[in-house]
């Protein structure tokens, strides 16, 4: 009996240990779950649902609740508002029908939407998928944002059909939901079909997203999530919004299942041929040669080297995201029921869990000669390497083109002449990875990882992802070095390199890519560590800020006189930064002291680096911040101090206005509660609106 009982026993631990052999991605899994509550906790986010999937692996999950009136938890098949994430679908669709000969994307709008009205110049069904169609986003959100009854195609376009281009199409980039809807109405036009049947039937049921629908707020829709928003701190309910205005550009509902489902599709090419996938994949660029890092329906950002696509959505009741990275067949789903929240940080943590990765850091100097090398090494790095693994191939590889190339890199990131000529050098090293510059950058960058895969096989790029530039870097210097007809880099560069790699290979390391900083977390340990592995290092990791919202959020939830030594800590460790000079303007203004805020500031304007956080409209963004928490007092210090160091600045005067319209607003509520007879007070609440 014993025998039988012990050889059971070694069953049930084998299948245990078998399965736990199985999921790679467990203790990652058990690490975000954790983060995902307190999170959640954080941002007040009721109910969230996310997954991924990265090649044969998938995982998904629902935390909170869809409604909590009713005690509904939220799961993967959890339907939330997918808002702009709307948008790559209605890409897809044009693409599918210039595939099938209905349309071309380089015709004219108006020839499949005849009734949309004449502009001053033709827009191209290209320019409008791009945002560089001249279209008008919202012009007057308290009107256009909050419309309650439900229009049909003509009448989605009747809203902004008579606005004024922006620009000549083709000339600059312009986020605009109404142009969305313009090539709904496209679809339609060439599909002769309404836009909701055609995605039905060519991109939902082909994929099996039998959980994704337009929003109709009549149809019974299963697992709908309720929307919640933040009022000065208190969750309520979201304002009845109906969405059919916004159709094409962010009027349906999906779950993250499907969203999962979706990135699959296009990943399999079960949509589009791999040449339509490609042309949707790649920005566009103005006509003067700016890259929009914006392509069809997605936009378009490398991470650590890594292509992405991805898009964010928002709107009344939810808050979305789909990230997808094509050559490592990964996909991040991400849906919750809040207007607001941490949504790019939810993403970028399981993002960092999964690859062992942090999410794009840069490398922090206190010097902006130093910087602006750096951020042409990583553009180089980021962007060409990025271009190689998509294509997988390089740029281009032509003699007499990559001479000019590296003539560019020579006379841009050269340590002697930057220090010469810093305006001019840094204005061409920001444009390295644009088109005005040739892409030199991204050619560069294609070639070098080339050259590495070449000597080293194509896992080595796996290294530089989790190293970052200056790994990639010395490595092509020893292949240069080494000959073979590979073009050189400046000797003043060569050792810039040899530095910046010895100091980030020291800083960059298993701790630093793993960590994430909350303000639940022990700040000051944190701060000790980076301070200790920082000694004596000419570059460490830049997380100002992070480290800045964070020690905000703590000095609004705790003691704020407890967090001035931390916000010390962080001075010492960024000390040629701004913004811990400005964090330490938040925290006095928390305690009462407008002096040592104004003197903080202050100290912030004349920081060797990032000084543009002390700017006037940063300092009314944070004054916004904590007027929409309900600290009003502390809103209102703030931007006196701010307009006491810009007295000129309007928005910083209008957010000043709309702190006292708050306070009169409470102050005649209260008047009225005690004396429901006051009927001036009623006139001027009333006046007052909300």
């Known amino acids: 009996m014993t025998s039988i009982f012990v050889f059971a026993l070694l069953l049930i631990l084998s299948g245990t240990l078998h399965a736990q052999e199985k999921d790679p991605y467990a203790e990652d899994i058990a690490v975000f779950r954790e983060f995902v509550r307190q999170q959640m906790e954080a941002d007040q986010i009721p109910g969230l649902s996310v997954g991924f999937y990265k090649g044969d692996y998938q995982w998904s999950e629902g935390f909170g609740y869809i409604d909590l009136e009713n005690d509904v938890k939220a799961t993967p098949h959890s339907a939330y508002r997918l808002a702009s994430n709307t948008k790559s ?41 791009g ?8 012009k007057n959100y308290e009107v256009e944002g909050h419309i309650k009854t439900d229009k049909d195609t003509r009448e989605a376009i009747e809203i902004f059909d008579e606005f004024e281009l922006l620009a000549r199409p083709g000339t600059e980039y312009h986020y605009s939901s109404y142009g969305y809807n313009l090539l709904g109405a496209v679809i339609e036009g060439a599909a002769e079909t309404p836009y909701g049947k055609y995605l039905r039937e060519n991109i939902w049921q082909p994929l099996g997203m039998d959980h994704t629908w337009m929003d109709d707020p009549d149809r019974i829709l299963p697992h709908r999530a309720e929307g919640y928003r933040l009022d000065f701190g208190e969750l309520k309910n979201s304002e009845y919004v109906n969405i059919s205005s916004r159709f094409a550009a962010g009027g349906t509902r999906s779950t993250v299942k499907d969203l999962l489902r979706y990135a699959r599709g296009l990943q399999e090419g079960k949509l589009l041929s791999q040449r339509s996938t490609r042309m949707m994949e790649t920005t566009m660029n103005t006509s003067n040669g700016k890259r929009t890092d914006y392509g069809m329906g997605w936009h378009i950002e490398p991470v650590n080297g890594h292509f992405q696509a991805y898009h964010t959505g928002g709107q009344p009741e939810t808050r979305t995201m789909l990230m997808r990275f094509p050559a490592e067949d990964m996909a991040i789903a991400l ?30 100097t206190g010097n902006s000669y130093d910087d602006a090398l750096l951020r042409g090494m990583w553009d180089i790095c980021n962007f060409g390497m990025a271009y190689y693994k998509h294509r997988g191939k390089p740029r281009n590889t032509d003699p007499e083109e990559m001479a000019e190339m590296f003539e560019f890199l020579n006379n841009t990131l050269h340590p002697e002449k930057i220090q010469h000529d810093y305006n001019s050098v840094r204005q061409k090293i920001a444009l390295g990875r644009h088109p005005k510059a040739h892409t030199a950058y991204v050619r560069i960058g294609s070639y070098m990882a080339h050259q590495l895969v070449e000597e080293y096989g194509s896992q080595r790029l796996d290294y530089y992802h989790t190293h970052g530039a200056p790994a990639f870097f010395m490595d092509y210097l020893r292949l240069s070095s080494a000959g073979g007809n590979r073009w050189p880099v400046n000797e003043p560069m060569r050792q810039k390199i040899r530095d910046y790699q010895q100091a980030w290979s020291q800083t960059w390391n298993e701790y630093t890519r793993q960590l994430f900083i909350g303000p639940w977390k022990d700040l000051g340990a944190i701060l000790d560590q980076l301070k200790q592995q920082a000694q004596g290092r000419e570059i460490h990791p830049d997380y100002t800020s992070v480290l800045s919202n964070a020690l905000f959020d703590k000095a609004l939830k705790e003691d704020a006189s407890a967090i001035l030594p931390l916000v010390n800590d962080f001075v010492s460790l960024y000390p040629e930064s701004a913004v811990p000079y400005v964090t330490r303007g938040h925290v006095h203004i928390i305690t009462g002291n407008r002096k040592a805020a104004e003197k903080a500031y202050r100290r912030a304007r004349e920081a060797q680096v990032d000084r543009h956080v002390a700017s006037a409209a940063m300092l009314n963004q ?4 904590l007027f929409r928490r309900n600290r009003l007092e502390e809103a209102l210090d703030l931007v006196e101090v701010a307009s006491g160091i810009y007295p000129e600045n309007a928005h910083l005067l209008k957010t000043h206005g709309d702190i006292y319209l708050e306070k009169s607003r409470r102050s005649y509520q209260q008047a009225l509660e005690l004396d429901p007879a006051l009927e001036d007070a009623r006139q001027e609440l009333e006046g007052i609106g909300r």
Do not use: C
């Open 335 to 364: 849906a919750y029921n809040l207007e607001g929240g941490s949504l790019r940080t939810i993403a970028r943590r399981l993002y960092q869990l999964v690859m062992d990765e942090g999410w794009n850091v840069k490398p922090y």
């Open 89 to 129: 679908m209605t890409a897809v669709a044009i693409l599918q029908l210039q595939e099938a000969g209905k349309l071309s994307i380089d015709d004219p709008v108006k020839e499949y939407v005849p009734y949309f009205p004449r502009k001053r110049w033709d827009i191209t069904i290209r320019q409008v998928m």
């Open 131 to 138: 945002h560089i169609g001249g279209i008008s986003h919202y």
């Open 622 to 625: 944070h004054a916004r911040q």
